[in-house]
């Protein structure tokens, strides 16, 4: 059958275009991708919009367990609802090229994303260099490799958009030790830390 990669815009339900809506009311099953960004919304209030069930897709699902809806993709129609845009996170472009190896078909429906939202801040979209992502820092990880980025783009006179970095779901190492996940609380980066 098919899978539909559905970009949902950057607010609430109602930031989907016509073509995703009706796509997601076509659908056998309905996943929401919950760690590359955040929708402004319930899933509850999501799922009512919608009137279909939605399984939440959680970075292990994403990242490594996602063979189980690619099967499902094969007999049924299947909705992978992303926050902005599909193609906007390299683990998407990842599920679409496993798509392609398994021979499902995929259907992408662009929307909004930060990218193209940029511009409202007041700077000019074509004045942006390449793209930063800033991670928490841990006792013995601390990449620099987003530094070069931005003094790069400032080099150039170029603008840079930073993504501060969200931890959802993320288990602790001593649980990963013990093969039984415990979950820290959501982490989400504010302006101050990443400018730490």
């Not at 279909?52 to 690619?70: L, Y």
């Not at 193609?87 to 090229?97: E, I, P, R, V």
């Not at 993320?170 to 990443?194: D, F, H, W």
Request: glycine letters at 6%.
């Amino acid at each position: 059958m098919v899978l539909h990669m559905i970009g949902l815009g950057l607010s609430d339900e109602k930031d989907i275009s016509v073509k995703g809506m009706e796509a997601v009311q076509a659908s056998d099953k309905v996943y929401l991708e919950m760690y590359t960004a955040i929708l402004m919304i319930s899933n509850e209030r999501l799922a009512e919009f919608f009137g279909k069930e939605i399984v939440v897709a959680d970075r292990d699902f994403v990242e490594s367990g996602c063979t189980q809806m690619i099967e499902e993709a094969k007999s049924q129609v299947v909705s992978f609802l992303v926050v902005g845009d599909p193609f906007c996170a390299t683990t998407h472009t990842d599920l679409y090229l496993r798509c392609a190896e398994s021979g499902v078909q995929v259907n992408v429906i662009h929307n909004a994303s930060i990218v193209s939202a940029m511009g409202c801040c007041g700077l000019q979209v074509y004045r942006f260099g390449e793209i930063v992502s800033i991670p928490f820092f841990t006792d013995n990880w601390r990449p620099t490799s987003f530094y070069a980025k931005v003094k790069g783009n400032a080099t150039r006179d170029l603008h840079t958009l930073a993504l501060l970095d969200i931890k959802v779901k993320e288990p602790t190492l001593e649980s990963l030790a013990r093969g039984k996940p415990v979950y820290m609380p959501p982490r989400y980066m504010s302006t101050k830390v990443a400018a730490e």
